[in-house]
């Protein structure tokens, strides 16, 4: 990662008059508009917020930290890059994660630049071991990492983990160069007598700051934060949701992280830590979800 922010900081450099209103006719018949209810219930919504969110890895469960997250913002003014390292950071600490302090290695990079397609395209280039290893279930594979070099987007990322043995955090599946073979205990419960999870090893956030537009840096820091907590989809189709990824569809109702936003990454810290199957756990995560909505809306409700 540090020969990653390297090479990231060298590539990034009148009207009309109207007449009068008509006088209605107390005689004519006069026809409603239909109208149109549309009703679903939490848990069709819950659903389908978590499945226009989430994007893990192929055949893989949602990944999460599970260690130190440690955040750098590079090719930008120091006290707005102070400022996105400090929110994210507060996201990371608010999920009960531990975060380093200043000199640790990142690994979630955050670069600005005035040609992401560029910068994206020349950083995968030169380092493409840093974004697809060519071992199943790290990355969301190289479709993807062509979008994310090509892509127009205002922001753009790469996620990449790793699956790790319950909570000792050590490899639980063989990697290039690996000599013997990977033993994983047969204790969890979930994934086939296997205690494996997903652990996040590290994020790449690029952002164009020519198309940023007029969102303001609270915004932004919301907005990349839980990109950097979490796998989001960056084609997930969430305008029907409250969440800070219509940001740039809709700047001036999107202040920043939503409730829904803030009850997803704590579903997604606090759900069991074996998972393989994402439906599953995509699942658990909804099902918690609509729990602390419930029970967030019940407060509101006694509260005076």
Known sequence: MSLLLVSALALAMGGQDRPPPATPDPDAATRLADVVVERRDLRQ??????????????????????????????????????????????????????????????????IFTDDAPGLATA??????????????????????????????????????SMPVIGASGQRAI???????????????????????????????????????????????????????????DPEGETGAFDTVMNLFDNPESTPGLSDWDALYLQALYNGPRERVNPDRQAADIARILRRASRAQERAERVTP
């Open 45 to 110: 919504q819950t659903e389908s917020f978590v499945e226009g969110l989430a994007a893990p890895a192929h055949r893989r469960g949602l990944a999460r930290w599970g260690g130190r997250v440690c955040v750098g913002v590079v090719n930008i003014r120091p006290e707005i890059a102070q400022a996105l390292a400090d929110r994210v950071s507060e996201l990371a600490l608010d999920l009960n994660l531990r975060t380093g302090g200043p000199g640790c290695t990142p690994n979630v990079v955050v």
């Open 123 to 160: 950083m995968v280039d030169q380092e493409p071991a840093a974004f697809h290893l060519g071992v199943g279930g790290l990355d969301r594979g190289r479709v993807a990492l062509e979008t994310f070099k090509t892509s127009d987007a205002p922001v753009r990322w790469w996620h990449v």
């Open 174 to 232: 063989r990697m290039p160069g690996d000599a013997g073979p990977i033993f994983v205990p047969g204790e969890g419960i979930v994934n086939r007598g296997r205690p494996i999870a997903d652990n996040l090893n590290k994020v790449i956030i690029v952002l164009d700051v020519g198309k940023l537009g007029d969102v303001t840096l609270p915004q932004l820091a919301d907005y990349v934060g839980l990109v950097a907590m979490a796998q989001i």
